[in-house]
């Protein structure tokens, strides 16, 4: 008989290939996690994360889930995760999850907060958590772009993907922009997410942001479906999974 | 005719041995700062810093100077600077000095601060900034104790270095221990620091924090002067060098 169980990872992206596995030279997150999960089990465990981030992407709160054969309560699972695991990599929690509890296909939502500082030279201990845009951005312009891009619509523009052949319809409940000082953090919250589209979509607000780009744009932007008519896509480092939301029932045990 | 320069700095001590020079295989502060600027002169030259920071030891902001002949403002060897240092490494600022202005040998007195979690485990993007303790202290004690520490003691018990002949006599005008949630930052205040001074200061706070030690024993810690006599050494990633003072006439030029 199997267990399933949740786990609440952080991690530090910055010198980790993504999340996801590839191959056998495996510098990723999922990666770590199946090589420690392999040695408790004894044969080859799968860990299956909501959030396939990318390359230097950081977690404050990704979820997995994984099905074990081994005696273990979730608070040891816990401990013996954060034994083994890379110090990058951290442990918040682990709790028994239903059966039928998948992290990613149960996902409910998705919170992503990108960091920016428009300050000349961000701190140096931020180096890897904030990108240094070195430059004002006009919040307010922003802000009203952002409210284009709330609800539901053809998100094709935002999406790195060019063979991507599934829908790319996805709703955005919210994106909130909150300046503190020469500090700007913009939090998206929405179903789900494209290849690279919060960075596009970050990226494309910074160019409203400098003025490059008018807010009432952003229309005919989605409208283009066309990568090409989006913004650059913003550094990784300043990419935080923030949170991954579940309904109440698809996730205890 | 030379120039004498005093950088800003600031840095992420995590990646180098420290800031003091050390032979050819050189992966120091200072030795970074030599390489961007022999190769800007085209003949060796030296950077005098005013605290040599260990191994794993940041600076919010470090004091250093250096004498150049190149035809260079304050300004463009900022730049200079900060285009060909690691990005580990911040300029913050460049000023001309007076031709008889030394860093370390004019510096009037050094502000550190420590920075530790009591939480169970601290994020992951604080683990190279801030010592993950893990364990409740009792912050009240430890001021007490910091009162016996003020002054002007010999603190040869809190000194790494068993065979300095110099005076280990040094004044410590503050010691400021402020709680924020489980997170507790330790200020020191002095004229000047031994060998791992700060960090065995902070890991003799600690103990007392712990209850292990009694905040009036500290009078016989100082009196001892034995190493021994006084608490661990708190490890390096949790110290910043924040700020070196000067009186106003030894520093600008």
Redesign the interface.
Known sequence: MSRNFMLLL???GTDFDGWQKQGNTDNTIQGKLEQVLSRLEGRKVEVHGAGRTDAGV?AEEQTANVRLQADITAGQLKEYL?RYLP????VLDVQRAEERFHSRLNAAGKIYTYRLDMAD?C???Q?K?RYALGQELDAEAMRRAAAYLEGTHDFRSFCANRHMKKSTVRTIEQIDIRVTGTRMEIMVHGDGFLYHMVRILVGTLIEVGQGKRLPETMSEVIRARDRQAAGFTAPAGGLFLTKVLYREEDCRG
């Not at 110090?87 to 951290?90: D, H, N, P, R, V």
């Open positions: 952080q991690y530090d950081h954060n110090e990058s990599i951290l030279k701190s140096v201990f180096r958590y």
